[in-house]
């Protein structure tokens, strides 16, 4: 199972967070989107911050390990971690993938 995984942080941790998930073979890749305008609910207030957003892809497999880094490193106490399995993609991209994982 592949999975693209959303995390929403301070646009100031997404390059070390993507190059840390890389580097330790926990994401194939990470895209960095810069310029979101977080507006949320917390603790009872309305926020709003500014943000980027990480796409990582990765596999389902590595995805208990992933989601435990991704805690462990983000400076939120609830951060947002959204996974999204699909079930189509390039096959070409898929063996890469598979292969920048285990490797």
Known sequence: MSLVVLVTLPPERAHDMARTLVAEHL????????????VYRWQGDV???????????TSGEKYPE????????HPYEVPE????????ALPEFQSWLR????S
Not at 27 to 38: E, F, H, K, M, T
Not at 66 to 73: D, F, G, Q, T, V
């Open 27 to 38: 994401a194939g890749c990470v895209n960095i989107l810069p310029g979101i305008q977080s």
């Open 81 to 88: 971690i959204i996974a999204l399995q699909y079930d189509r």
């Open 66 to 73: 992933l989601e435990a880094r991704i805690k462990s490193l």
């Open 47 to 57: 926020a709003e911050d500014p943000e980027s957003m990480l796409l990582i892809k």
């Open 99 to 102: 292969e920048a994982l285990n």
